[in-house]
């Protein structure tokens, strides 16, 4: 409050005047001086509006430092029409500021204040209005020095980061024989897009058979939910373990849930309760009779690919010379002729007769009988018998190999990936890992994602000067882990969280022998021969990465106990691992020779910086501060392939598929320039995917002022 302010209020107690005549007084002063700030304010704004400059607090709601031209015009103008709304709120304001004005003023009048009272307390209206007048003044005056003008962005530069992907770098081609015209736009759209589908006969079939399946899986998690609680009572307590006999929950029932199997009646979901089955009926009629009614309008869907592209797709639907597969870590498609992908499968995985043999006969047969049989024999108990049913195979198909070209990497090499879908072994594998993914929450440098990963490493205490992160990697971690060894391992560290996880009534020998069933057999068949993998975990297996993962733990966790230097921090996500080494170079050399020297199979290689490492999907920097800073990394061999704004989806899944894109930039990214930087990547990304630049900017747009609003919303609560 200005100094006349207060003189005129002290000036107005020393009179003997009633409380109302009193307040309409100091009210005056109050509006006089309201009146006067805020009409320097609106001139202080329409000059930013003359000079282009914006005031501080426009441009502090939405300092986001985004580098793309596009998006910059976007928020450019979004401040353009910000500050033409705070003149207009000022112009209301004054209104109302008038209008209160004449009101006090006719109120005095009726008064009949005494002359002396009268021409004293305007002598304090023009103080009050000179005093403002001239503080605000210099206010404005300097704020107004310090404003840098703004120009508008020039939208048609080029936009920082990568420039429109060649469609030959998002194809892999790896084959010499001509394709049809159209093949590289055409692949080049990736696996997720779809064209249009005219509503016949069949796609009303496939219509209520996806209906017949959402019914399905909606029974089973309804029951799931119901049984949860009873489930909790067939828990094993710690207190006293051989006080109870150990039972085992129904198939339906507990924690098992869904069963994802339906080759015996003994799968049919449970009948959900009578109003929910009447809500499951009434949605299959209105699902129907939408499609039905839409069908009556004979609408012909527009086609979303080219003349080329449809004749290209039919050339490759008709075509058995070409074999399409999706890269293996790019995301988009490579083609190649079959005797290639024959050839190449043969030379890159099957040649390895260390890891593989040739068998004559189909030991499918075999199989079968062996795992049911080691099923009967393990589980004996009365309580056992209906889930020793469901675990048992009736009519298994043999587990198909088929090889990933690695098109990051020189010559192309497969990955092998055993589909074991179907196969004798399947459901013990499918059983025990219900139980081995329970256990993962007991291993301590295990990461879940990219946001567990960055919290944790903002807990870090700050770096010293000379710490060195590295990540490490296994190589072809699954296939060698030796499965015997790895099978003991398992199955000591269930033994020892047994009493703390849902064994659904096994016993640790039962478990163990399960175990082994679901892993003994490794057979496979290629081009209508049969092989068998010497050892190791086959890419596929249900079992192979949380058993992967606590073999792991349980080796690195004895490594490193025993090496005479410590890591400050050990965080691993599968096969990769993220580490901060505080013993300089020459020992982190003698640390990776120490880890590969351990175990005859398990080898690692190293990455290591003072600055910066990428790991996962986030580029990890150490600042001046010695903290840790992240963005969005992207690896330079991803072909940049998500799902394209014209593939035949509904559109809320293809803006929704972009505003994911764009939370994960800003998710991934801890400061304000690396915000940026991972923005323009993602920009880049949609637009190489068709999408609108208008689209793309409004999400930013979007994301970001939600951000900013969660932000403040934080800071007022704490």
């Given amino acids: 409050m200005i100094a006349p302010v207060t003189w005129a209020m002290n000036y107005l107690r020393s009179l003997s005047l009633p409380h109302d005549q009193r307040y309409a007084l100091i009210g005056m002063c109050l509006t006089t001086e309201k009146l006067t700030r805020n009409l320097l304010h609106r001139q202080f704004l329409m000059t930013c509006q003359h000079q282009r400059k914006f005031p501080r607090f426009i441009e502090k709601s939405i300092s986001i430092g985004i580098a ?90 080029t936009p920082a980061g990568p420039t429109q992907t060649d469609l030959a770098d998002r194809v892999s081609v790896l084959t010499s024989a001509p394709l049809p015209e ?73 924690g098992l849930g869904k069963i994802p199997f339906t080759d015996t009646v003994q799968f049919k979901a449970p009948a959900a309760s009578p109003h929910a089955e009447r809500d499951i009926d009434e949605l299959k009629s209105r ?93 004996v108990r009365p309580e056992q018998t209906g889930l020793a049913v469901i675990l048992k195979s009736s009519h298994p198909r043999v587990p198909e190999l088929y090889g990933n070209p690695k098109t990051h990497k020189p010559g192309q090499p497969m990955r092998p990936i055993s589909s074991g879908t179907g196969s004798a072994a399947e459901k013990p594998a499918w059983f025990i890992s219900r139980i081995l993914t329970q256990v993962l929450q007991f291993i301590p440098e295990r990461l879940k994602n990219t946001q567990d990963f960055m919290h944790r490493v903002n807990n870090l205490p700050k770096l010293d000067p000379g710490d060195i992160i590295f990540s490490t990697d296994i190589v072809s971690m699954y296939t060698n882990i030796p499965v015997q060894d790895g099978i003991d391992v398992v199955t000591s560290f269930v033994k020892k969280h047994q009493y703390d996880i849902n064994m659904f009534g096994l016993e640790i020998p039962e478990f163990y022998g399960l175990l082994q069933l679901s892993l003994k057999f490794t057979f496979f068949q290629f081009n209508s021969k049969f092989y068998k993998q010497k050892d190791g975990l086959g890419m596929g297996n249900r079992l192979a990465a949380p058993f992967a993962v606590i073999f792991i733990h349980v080796k690195e966790t004895e490594y490193l106990g025993n090496y ?7 965080f691993r996500f599968y096969d990769d691992g993220w580490a901060i080494w505080p013993h300089g170079e020459d020992e982190l050399v003698l640390f990776l020779e120490y880890l590969n020297s351990c175990h005859p199979t398990i080898k690692y290689t190293l990455e290591k910086s003072y600055s910066s490492l990428p790991f996962l999907d986030v580029l990890t920097s150490v600042n001046s501060h010695g903290s840790i800073d992240f963005e969005l990394y992207i690896k330079p061999t991803n072909a940049g392939i998500i799902l394209n704004y014209n593939s035949s989806h509904p559109r809320t899944i293809i803006t929704a598929t972009a505003r994911s894109a764009v939370k994960r930039a800003i998710r991934n990214s801890s400061t304000v320039e690396g915000r940026g930087r991972s923005l323009d990547k993602i920009y880049n990304m949609l637009s190489n995917n068709d999408y609108p630049p208008y689209i793309i900017n409004a999400l930013i747009c979007n994301e970001e002022m939600g951000r900013v609003h969660n932000n403040r919303n934080t800071t007022s609560r704490t």
């Fill in 287 to 379: 699902v129907l009779a939408v499609f039905l009614q839409h069908k009556q309008t004979t609408h012909i869907p527009k086609p979303n690919l080219t003349r080329s592209e449809q004749r290209a797709l039919k050339e490759l639907q008709k075509s058995k010379e070409f074999i399409i597969k999706k890269g293996d870590k790019s995301g988009g498609f490579a083609i190649m002729d079959r005797t290639t992908y024959i050839s190449k499968v043969n030379s890159d995985i099957l040649a390895d007769t260390d890891a593989y043999e040739s068998i004559k006969r189909n030991p499918n047969p075999q199989a079968r009988l062996h795992i049911n049989a080691g099923i009967k024999s393990t589980m």
């Fill in 68 to 157: 793309h031209p596009g998006f910059r015009r976007v928020v450019w103008n979004f401040k353009r029409r910000a500050l033409a709304t705070a003149v207009s709120a000022v112009h209301a304001r004054l209104h109302k500021l008038e209008e209160h004005k004449h009101f006090l003023r006719d109120t005095i009048e009726d008064f009949h204040l005494p002359a002396s009272i009268t021409t004293e307390m305007q002598s304090y209206y023009t103080r009050i209005d000179e005093v403002t007048q001239k503080a605000t003044l210099r206010r404005h005056t300097f704020k107004l020095a310090h404003l840098k003008p703004h120009t508008a962005p020039n939208t048609t530069a």
């Fill in 564 to 570: 005479h230097l410590s890591v400050k921090c050990w």
């Fill in 182 to 254: 159209g093949t590289y736009s055409l692949l080049s759209k990736g696996p997720q897009f779809a064209t249009p589908r005219e509503l016949n006969s069949d796609a009303l079939a496939d219509i209520e058979i996806a209906i017949e399946r959402f019914a399905h899986g909606l029974r089973w998690g309804l029951d799931h939910k119901e049984r949860r609680i009873s489930a909790d009572a067939h828990r094993r307590t710690p207190a006293t373990p051989a006080d109870t006999t150990p039972t085992i929950e129904p198939p339906t029932q507990g």
